[in-house]
């Protein structure tokens, strides 16, 4: 009697045993590849601006299949202008994905926070989410690797009334079969593997991204009620923050810029 109920236990063990590695495998079908997203900055002088700091919330990709997958939820905040100065890009994401074509890359942007000769301010955004089209592909047991690459010169703006207007201008590069070396967080390289999508996009005053739009950088710019960004006919005082300034450029102050 008891060699048959340990005869029966062992067949009840062997048969959950085989249950779990059944589950596991159907849930697993699709292969996996690794996914790394890297910021850096190319800016030209930057003037009196010292240093730009971008907090990204998260970041996602999208597929047809799978919709918007995060592959990064933790903030965190970088300084453009440290990045151009070192020389490096900092790393945003570094996970596993299943293997497949992601046509869509975003960041969520929470803050931007400019510091010049008169101190730190922080500025507009037209819309905190950056969405960029464009192929990151992700092959099982390789690496797929995406650089955003800010131009903060471009980017940044400057009202008539001196407050800073942050609409991104950035450089996406993505690769496949990528070399990734991973330092530090803050110090990440990326090489090899062949390159997908390379496009240069910028965001309006509404907030939409894409190829050509853009705030011009000698712009007549305000901010009306509800913090829509205006965008006068003509030139005016206000433009691009990548020149020389003088006198204060803070919000709330008088800006003297040349683009």
Same mark, same amino acid.
């Given at each position: 009697m008891? =060699?048959?109920?340990?005869?029966?236990? /062992?067949? &009840?063990?062997?048969?959950?045993?085989?249950?779990?590695?059944? !589950?596991?495998q159907?849930?697993?079908? #699709? %292969?996996?590849?690794?996914?790394?997203?890297?910021?850096?900055?190319a800016?030209?002088?930057?003037?009196?601006?010292?240093?730009?700091?971008?907090?990204?919330?998260? @970041?996602?990709?999208?597929s047809?299949?799978? +919709?918007?997958?995060?592959?990064?939820?933790?903030?965190?905040?970088?300084d453009?202008? %440290? /990045?151009?100065?070192?020389?490096? %890009?900092?790393?945003?994401?570094?996970t596993?994905?299943?293997?497949? !074509?992601?046509?869509?890359?975003?960041?969520?942007?929470?803050? &931007?926070?400019?510091?010049?000769? %008169? +101190? *730190?301010?922080?500025?507009?955004?037209? *819309?905190?989410?950056?969405?960029i089209?464009?192929d990151?592909?992700?092959?099982a #047991?390789?690496?797929?690797?995406? $650089?955003?690459?800010?131009?903060?010169?471009?980017s940044?703006?400057?009202?008539?009334? +001196?407050?800073?207007? =942050?609409?991104?201008?950035?450089?996406?590069?993505?690769?496949? #079969?990528?070399? &990734?070396?991973?330092?530090s *967080?803050?110090? &990440?390289? @990326?090489?090899g593997?062949? $390159?997908?999508? #390379?496009?240069?996009?910028?965001?309006?005053a509404? +907030?939409?991204?894409?190829?050509?739009l853009?705030i011009?950088?000698?712009?007549?710019?305000?901010?009306g009620?509800? *913090?829509?960004?205006?965008?006068?006919?003509?030139?005016?005082?206000?433009?691009?923050?990548?020149?020389?300034?003088?006198?204060?450029?803070?919000?709330?102050?008088?800006?003297?810029?040349?683009?």
């Amino acid at each position: 009697m008891r =060699m048959i109920l340990t005869a029966s236990l /062992l067949m &009840v063990l062997v048969l959950l045993v085989a249950g779990c590695t059944g !589950t596991g495998q159907s849930t697993g079908g #699709n %292969q996996e590849g690794r996914a790394v997203a890297t910021m850096a900055d190319a800016a030209a002088d930057m003037g009196a601006v010292s240093s730009v700091k971008v907090t990204v919330d998260s @970041v996602r990709v999208h597929s047809a299949t799978e +919709g918007w997958v995060t592959i990064s939820s933790a903030p965190h905040t970088y300084d453009l202008l %440290q /990045l151009k100065a070192e020389g490096k %890009q900092a790393l945003l994401a570094d996970t596993k994905l299943d293997a497949g !074509t992601y046509d869509q890359l975003r960041l969520d942007i929470s803050s &931007v926070v400019v510091t010049d000769a %008169q +101190g *730190s301010h922080q500025a507009k955004l037209p *819309s905190g989410e950056l969405k960029i089209v464009g192929d990151l592909v992700v092959k099982a #047991n390789s690496t797929a690797a995406a $650089v955003f690459d800010f131009k903060a010169d471009e980017s940044l703006h400057v009202t008539g009334e +001196g407050q800073y207007i =942050m609409a991104p201008v950035v450089q996406l590069e993505t690769r496949q #079969n990528a070399d &990734v070396t991973v330092r530090s *967080s803050a110090d &990440v390289a @990326v090489s090899g593997g062949s $390159v997908v999508t #390379n496009v240069k996009v910028g965001m309006d005053a509404q +907030g939409r991204v894409g190829v050509g739009l853009g705030i011009p950088a000698n712009a007549n710019l305000s901010i009306g009620s509800g *913090s829509t960004i205006i965008v006068g006919s003509g030139i005016g005082t206000a433009g691009s923050a990548g020149g020389s300034a003088s006198g204060s450029a803070g919000i709330g102050g008088s800006a003297g810029i040349t683009g």
